[in-house]
């Protein structure tokens, strides 16, 4: 049924306006040609089928008249939704923008400390490595603290 | 039979939904480098500023990393307050 929703919703509103209420009056056109035409000599034999047409043509017009309204209903909601979604992505957008800029400062803080640090080091370096000499094996316990333990899969 | 088909379709052409396209936000780059694995110390040094030099880079990366983690937690804070602005 979707696609049926889907072709009207590809006609100009205005055309679907203009066409519905045509069926409409062409039924009751058609109606009211198929009881007058009753008492019309030679046209009355087309009363009948004008009357049945007629109905059909109502009746298909006042169901479409429904689904217009519904269809109606349905771009307003559409284009209401439309119009948020555009301004939430515009919001997106900017708030990425905002936190891009704010992890690079951030970052930017953290590489300057680094290298006041790496600075402090130098300085001190002769010192501290005259006064200590570090075992292999506190190294050893060091690199494996440091080193990823990947989880065993099951 | 026939009749009862027919008006479920009626009845099927009020359940359409909006169609209104959404995009899953982006994600800023930044964000989408993966935490490196820590520096580790030369076992053919036995120099205290060697560990200290190695141990305080690890710590720099751990904050970067941080920064990454925090920056992740604030994004999805910040996405979902303005995907549920839309109703």
Partial sequence: MWQMAWMWSLI??????????????AGLVGIAAG??????????TYAGPAKIVGIILLVLGVYFKGGYSVEIAYRAE????????????????????????AVK??????NNQKVVIQ??????????DADCRVDIEAIDILNDSAKTIKAKKK | MKKFLALITVFLVGCAGTNVARHFPEVPSDL????????????????LS?????VTDNYAEYHLCRIR?????????????????VK
């Fill in chain 1, 35 to 44: 009881w007058i035409g009753k008492w019309i000599p030679f046209v009355n």
């Fill in chain 1, 12 to 25: 100009p509103t205005s055309v679907l306006y203009w066409v519905i209420n045509l069926l409409i009056v």
């Fill in chain 1, 105 to 110: 400062d951030r970052e930017a803080a953290v």
């Fill in chain 2, 32 to 47: 989408q480098k993966p935490c490196p694995e820590l520096e580790l110390v030369s076992t053919t040094t036995n120099k």
């Fill in chain 1, 119 to 128: 600075e402090r080091i130098k300085i001190v370096k002769q010192k501290i």
């Fill in chain 1, 78 to 101: 559409a284009e209401r939704l439309q119009k948020l979604v555009e301004e939430s992505e515009k919001k997106s957008e900017q708030a990425n923008i905002d936190l891009a800029q």
């Fill in chain 2, 69 to 85: 983690v925090d920056a992740w937690i604030e994004w999805h804070k910040t996405q979902r307050t303005i995907f549920e602005e």
């Fill in chain 2, 50 to 54: 060697d560990v200290i030099g190695v």
